[in-house]
């Protein structure tokens, strides 16, 4: 089955550095990889996924890549600022329908 | 319409009550999702619903029980919770079930306090 390992736990920045989130996966099959992001007290909400298909993808400031022969991807947030502190979570599905997620990671962006 | 619709938002209940979780979705979805998350920890999966059939149970008490009365609609029966069965209950849905997954809607959850 698929296992997914996301690091670190938790990591602080100050406002306008670059943040990065890294996370592992097991399931060579797997081509689907989606990053949430959840607010203290709400919802995860979908911030980004890319398939397997490219290695890199990019909306304004948060960008996700690939590396599928290393079986890993990666969050890059640009210029953080203080509404970008939340948990992230990573995932990745195994057949059948079941989205893995990672331990996630607590970001907090300091002013 | 992108919603996952919820209710209740918050529930508190007594270890000899009988209460229900609702979660409705009209984006057309055939896969609909029970998780439980406690707090700082990633959504733990429940159940998985796949054209109003239960396809996946994750070994969960029979405490819990789901329901899906058609496409739209998701329940979760609660009774004879136990204090350590407090968290957030999330429902998501997502086009269908099958692998690979497409991207997984969430409701805002229902905060579950058992006292």
């Known amino acids: 089955g698929e296992n997914v390992e996301q690091h670190p736990s938790t990591l602080s920045v100050q406002e306008g550095d670059s943040a990065v989130i890294k996370c592992t996966y097991s399931?060579?099959?797997?081509?689907?990889f989606p990053w949430y992001k959840q607010e203290l007290g709400k919802r995860p909400q979908l911030i980004i996924d890319?398939?397997?298909?490219?290695g890199e993808k990019k909306d304004q400031r948060i960008a996700v890549t690939l590396n599928k022969t290393a079986k890993h991807f990666s969050l890059h947030i640009t210029e953080t600022q203080p509404e970008d502190s939340a948990v992230y979570f990573c995932?990745?599905?195994?057949?059948?329908?079941?989205?893995?997620f990672g331990q996630g990671t607590e970001l907090s962006v300091k002013p | 319409d992108t919603e996952v619709t919820q209710t209740p938002k918050h529930l508190v209940m007594g270890m000899t009550n009988k209460k229900s979780l609702k979660c409705e979705q009209h984006m057309g979805h055939r896969a609909m999702y029970w998780y439980k998350q406690k707090a700082k920890k990633p959504p733990e999966l429940m159940f998985v619903?796949?054209?109003?059939?239960?396809?996946i149970n994750e070994s969960v008490p029979s405490r819990f029980s789901p329901e899906c009365p058609n496409s739209s609609l998701l329940n979760l029966h609660l009774h004879a919770l136990q204090p350590e069965d407090s968290a957030l209950y999330l429902c998501?849905?997502?086009?269908?079930?099958?692998?690979?997954?497409?991207?997984?809607?969430f409701g805002q959850g229902t905060r579950l306090t058992v006292v």
């Open positions: 995932a990745a599905p195994n057949p059948g329908g079941k989205l893995i």
């Open positions: 399931d060579s099959a797997s081509n689907y």
């Open positions: 998501a849905s997502s086009q269908v079930a099958e692998y690979p997954n497409t991207e997984a809607f």
């Open positions: 619903y796949s054209y109003e059939k239960l396809s």
């Open positions: 890319i398939r397997s298909n490219v």
